[in-house]
């Protein structure tokens, strides 16, 4: 069947037809995109009401009106009186006829090019489960899968994640092969995201008196045996207390000497970003706590003080339910193809990454060193974070699942002032 020539040019999501071809030319659209769209101001009813206002203008301005009334006997029709039977009969000299006859020379709102559009409220359930077959549902409360891992992650993503190295040998490689076995429970649905986030943070945690590489290895297998065991609480606990000794308790103003060994460190990882960062912003502002108070400004010019995570709140807007308008009309839908994620695609994806670290505190060279340096055990893993992916881009995954998993950590910074 041969496709459908349209009538005009206009193919823009939200074109309206105010100066296309059909109007040029002094005709009514009849086979274009923004009148399926409902939005063409060129269709055969506005043009005919338009034509009806033209004439009944020109017909008040060859003397059919009726003289200017007296300034006693103007209808208000913009006051805000309600209009009723008794006021209009007191506010008029006559009697006002009844309210389902309007004059059609008394109008409060002047006629617009645009089309009316129904004032509806969107139901936006309804549209994604038409279009993805479940409609939106966000749990703010606890996970269903297993409340406990939800609030150990809590903690665990207040730290500041400063992780060792995946060591080599066979401590990196049963490191490697306990990732798999996690990401294998999430792939199948059995424990949340927040339990193999959990695992690599209290795994790998820094410890300020353990620096030597035979020293890490002992430590990191010894927290490999405690998770076996399900010491998971103490584990967390012993994460949050290698974090807090590794704050720094006052600042210190770093000479050229370290400046320049963070830039050759930086630029030996491969990250030329980060490395020129560190040295135009060195000495700028400073990465602020949730709980810090800073002065901020008000509206009518007093400055006042509030805690960064209120502050940052204030700028988050709230969610809105988007305009009948910002949404496509279509009467069928395209079918779904499932995406296909193998481990070669994971390796090479795994090969080009590169960015810091999120809530977890696992940044772009440590999924680079589990998926590629150990061998057979990294090819185990690349398959599990497949079949991860396969499970988020071809199914409908429980919020509660992921909720972890798709968490982004918000970083304010001293803008001097602002943040």
Same mark, same amino acid.
């Given at each position: 069947?041969?496709?459908?020539?349209?009538?005009?040019?206009?193919?823009?999501?939200?074109?309206?037809?105010?100066?296309?071809?059909?109007?040029?030319?002094?005709?009514?659209?009849?086979?274009?995109?923004?009148?399926?769209?409902?939005?063409?101001?060129?269709?055969?009813?506005?043009?005919?009401?338009?034509?009806?206002?033209?004439?009944?203008?020109?017909?008040?301005?060859?003397?059919?009106?009726?003289?200017?009334?007296?300034?006693?006997?103007?209808?208000?029709?913009?006051?805000?009186?309600?209009?009723s039977p008794s006021q209009?009969?007191?506010?008029?000299?006559?009697?006002?006829?009844?309210?389902?006859?309007?004059?059609?020379?008394?109008?409060?709102?002047?006629?617009?090019?645009?089309?009316?559009?129904?004032?509806?409220?969107?139901?936006?359930?309804?549209?994604?489960? @038409?279009a993805f077959g479940q409609g939106a549902s966000m749990s703010t409360g606890v996970g269903v899968t297993d409340g406990c891992w939800y609030k150990r992650w809590?903690?665990?993503?207040?730290?500041?994640?400063?992780?060792?190295?995946l060591p080599g040998g066979s401590v990196g490689r049963k490191y490697v092969?306990?990732?798999?076995?996690?990401?294998?429970?999430?792939?199948?649905?059995?424990?949340?995201?927040?339990?193999?986030?959990?695992?690599?943070?209290?795994?790998?945690? @820094?410890?300020?008196?353990v620096l030597k590489g035979a020293d890490i290895r002992r430590v990191i297998e010894r927290r490999l045996i405690m998770w076996d065991k399900g010491d998971f609480d103490l584990l967390v606990q012993e994460a949050e207390r290698c974090d807090r000794s590794l704050r720094p308790r006052t600042k210190f103003n770093h000479d050229k000497t370290h400046t320049a060994t963070v830039f050759t460190r930086l630029m030996l990882q491969g990250k030329v970003k980060a490395a020129v960062r560190w040295l135009s912003d060195n000495t700028k502002g400073k990465v602020l706590r949730p709980d810090e108070k800073i002065p901020v400004k008000l509206a009518d010019g007093s400055t006042a003080h509030s805690s960064v995570v209120d502050v940052l709140r204030n700028k988050h807007?709230?969610?809105?339910?988007?305009?009948?308008?910002?949404?496509?009309?279509?009467?069928?839908?395209?079918?779904?193809?499932?995406?296909?994620?193998?481990g070669n695609v994971i390796q090479r994806a795994a090969s080009v990454i590169q960015g810091s670290a999120g809530p977890g505190g696992c940044d772009a060279s440590h999924w680079q060193d589990a998926l590629l340096r150990y061998g057979a055990h990294s090819s185990h893993l690349r398959d599990q974070v497949a079949s991860v992916a396969r499970r988020l881009a071809n199914s409908i995954v429980p919020w509660s699942d992921i909720r972890g998993f798709v968490a982004s950590r918000l970083i304010a910074l001293d803008k001097n002032p602002g943040v």
């Open positions: 069947m041969a496709a459908t020539i349209p009538c005009c040019k206009c193919n823009g999501s939200t074109a309206k037809c105010k100066r296309c071809d059909c109007v040029k030319k002094k005709r009514p659209c009849t086979n274009c995109l923004p009148l399926r769209n409902g939005y063409c101001c060129n269709t055969v009813l506005l043009r005919q009401s338009r034509q009806k206002k033209t004439s009944s203008s020109q017909d008040s301005s060859h003397g059919t009106h009726v003289d200017s009334p007296t300034p006693s006997s103007i209808p208000i029709l913009s006051s805000p009186i309600p209009n209009s009969s007191s506010l008029s000299p006559n009697p006002c006829p009844p309210a389902s006859h309007t004059p059609p020379t008394q109008t409060a709102i002047p006629p617009s090019d645009n089309p009316p559009r129904p004032n509806t409220t969107v139901d936006i359930g309804h549209l994604l489960s @038409r809590l903690s665990i993503v207040s730290l500041s994640g400063s992780h060792y190295h092969d306990q990732l798999t076995h996690e990401l294998s429970h999430f792939s199948a649905g059995n424990y949340p995201s927040e339990r193999f986030i959990i695992f690599s943070s209290v795994v790998l945690q @820094r410890d300020r008196s807007p709230d969610s809105q339910v988007p305009p009948h308008s910002a949404l496509l009309s279509c009467d069928s839908l395209p079918a779904f193809e499932d995406v296909e994620v193998t």
